[in-house]
């Protein structure tokens, strides 16, 4: 008997799929990576769940380009950038947001290290 709960999970796991698919093809350096976090992620979404994408890389300029990227072939609604550094102090810092978001994030893709 298939319940609600395992058709929503099996619905998540499809879409996580695809931003995935969709997030490898978009990275072109060493060191980059795609980030879902939010309601998609921790698994509590709803028909109005927007997608949540972190863009990190080598730097600041580099994690702007790949979030640019990712807003303008549609696979994120909102994207935001960090370099490596920042992402790691942040998902460890003493801000509660984004210490959330470092505990629930998925890692959609990581481009091939250098």
């Not at 370099?83 to 959330?100: H, K, N, Y």
Request: proline share 3%; net charge negative; aromatic share 6%.
């Amino acid at each position: 008997m298939t319940t609600v709960n395992s058709l929503r999970e099996q619905h998540r796991l499809q879409r996580i799929g695809t931003l995935r698919d969709q997030a490898r093809v978009l990275l072109v350096d060493p060191g980059q990576e795609v980030w879902l976090f939010g309601s998609w992620a921790r698994g509590d979404w709803d028909a109005r769940s927007d997608v949540d994408l972190l863009a990190v890389a080598p730097d600041q300029v580099a994690a702007e380009a790949l979030a640019d990227a990712l807003r303008e072939a549609g696979v994120g609604d909102d994207v935001k950038a960090l370099s490596q550094e920042r992402w790691r102090q942040r998902r460890c810092g003493q801000d509660p947001w984004w210490r959330g978001i470092g505990r629930d994030a998925i890692l959609l893709a990581a481009g091939a290290s250098a």
